[in-house]
């Protein structure tokens, strides 16, 4: 029998050793490793977040080369500033980011100074610096800067500009918002609470203590989705990205948002619809609408039923593929504040009527019957209490449902029932009807390509951070580092919107997040901006400049006339003229916002159905 000596077995036994202790470590490192990626998916997860989901001709999805979506960090959580102040589709800074992400050329130029204020925000300043200029209020301390709205939208569009260099795209191409905000983080809190409903000796208020533990601790991440040509594609897929069927990567995408594989299929085939609804939908003709708001339970504002599938579209029903000709209006007149059962009376008759069967008739008993099917069709796809209390509104309405991310269509022309929703009525049985805040929908009206709106958004963009990033911030010293000023009087005049006073007319009522987030409006005209101006692109002329890059467009006017006055402009704006003395006055024009079809709805719905009040 073959002897092995005691030096070869010991040798042996060390390579033996050593191997096992090779393994070891890799199984650990591994470990680390795994633990280490998930311990950072699920704190992501609990973040709000910005991701790009970028659709191909063949519906597959970009991601990087783990299977993962391309995403920023916008920031940790969103600071709410109230127990009721929830970061949703009524939040006026959503409005703000879902208007900008239809028109980033009104924010593109602003964005490297936005960069250079968050980056300023995190340094120490100084105190007793002073300015370059003759006026103090030129020179502030970013430290004291406490708004959360501005940091937050400048942290929105300072991740949209790294997305869209990382995808070496341009901003204004990065594509837009969607339309809803996905909660985050949820996947191990499902778990946690399916454990917690499976023990039956748990009480009440341990059970109540666990729900209230999956609501805690939630991520939101926010989509902006875009499709690409075959062009786009490939300079994609060289930047180093893939294209993949969502069946392919939906584990991982799952994974590193911390939420079901199941959930994350159904939001990816709603993205979809939802950036093909963007660029491809095409609704041309005549449509007959119902408008339905519904008052909100605690009494601030109201919601308001539309399309589940496009819900930037009223529940309808189509009458005619073409615009109405004028007899066709005409006879629509004739039903002018009917309910639904009151028109098909009358429409009956007509059908009904022994007349000469002259071209005219008949084309308007072909008409008739038309208009009958389509309020049976539209009655038949809402809630009949609803329906049967509507009235019918004859105003030939305009809407930009075609195309709204590239303007290639005509605008789709409403008829409507109008109605007050009643609340306690459930729309979940009818799968075609869903509800938003009015408010938001009635913002997406405004948010097309060639909107009036874009002018106006770019104004009130210039407006609010033109005096905050056109100041001059001062490097701080360690012996002033502890000193703090405050932002001017100057500044706080300039940071006031006009969000909150025109969504006032839906009756949304103020809340103490929205008196913080969204600065109320001046009762004086503010001055219009273009993004394009020269003194903007130059640093060099903005840094001394009191008014910090704030631009005046050619709707100021000089007059010399010494009596006060208030004077109203052709061009939509208004201004207030004041007068110290003699001399030249600088009347400042403010841009008007763009009516949609929501608010003429929407006034007509609230006189015929709002109670009238006592002594008055």
Known sequence: MYAVDGKQR??????????????????????FATRSKAHHAKKRAQKVVLASAVFDADGRILVNTDGTLPTREITDKYNSISFTDDFNASHPVLHWLFRVSYNWNGVSDLVPRMQTHLLARRAPAEDESHPSSSSSSTVYDPSTYSDHSVVFRERFCVAASNLAASMHASLENVGVLYDRIIETGTLSDDVA????????????????????????????VLFLVREVNLEGTDRLLNSGYRFAHVANVGRAIAESL?????????????????????????????WLSLFAPIAKAHGHGFDIAVNRHHQNQLPDAQLLAMPPQPWQHDMLLTLDGLKPQACLRMLEKRLQANEDHTPQYLRE??????????????????????????????KQLQAHYSHIATGHAVPTILYAFAVMGDMHIAIDAYSDIARVPLSFFNMRQRCYSGSPDHQVLAQDIHTEFGPLLGRKIVNATPSTRAGRLKISSVTKQFHKQTTTERQASFGDTDTSSENNLVMQAEPTGKASFSPHDSEMADPSLTRDNIWGGILVNSETTVKTDSR?????????????TTQSGLGPQVNVGKASQEETFVDELFATTRANFSPQRQGY
């Not at 499976?198 to 939101?220: F, P, W, Y």
């Not at 085939?269 to 963007?278: I, K």
């Not at 006055?565 to 207030?576: A, D, R, V």
């Open 564 to 576: 006060n006055s208030f004077t109203m402009h052709p061009g939509g704006g208004q201004g207030i």
């Open 258 to 286: 911390q939420i079901p594989v199941t959930v994350l299929e159904s939001h990816c085939a709603s993205l979809r619809s939802y950036v093909s609804n963007t660029e491809k939908l095409d609704k041309p003709g005549t």
């Open 193 to 220: 609470t399916r454990r917690i409903t499976r023990t039956a000796n748990k009480s009440t208020n341990e059970l109540e203590l666990g729900v209230r533990k999956v609501i805690m601790g939630k991520g939101q």
């Open 365 to 394: 008993r072909r008409f008739a019957s038309t208009v009958i099917s389509t309020i049976q069709a539209l009655g038949a796809s809402v809630p009949a209490e609803w329906f049967h209390q509507s009235t019918f509104v004859a």
């Open 10 to 31: 010991d040798v042996q036994v060390l390579i033996a050793g050593i191997l096992c202790a090779t393994a070891a470590i890799t199984f650990l490192a591994y470990l």
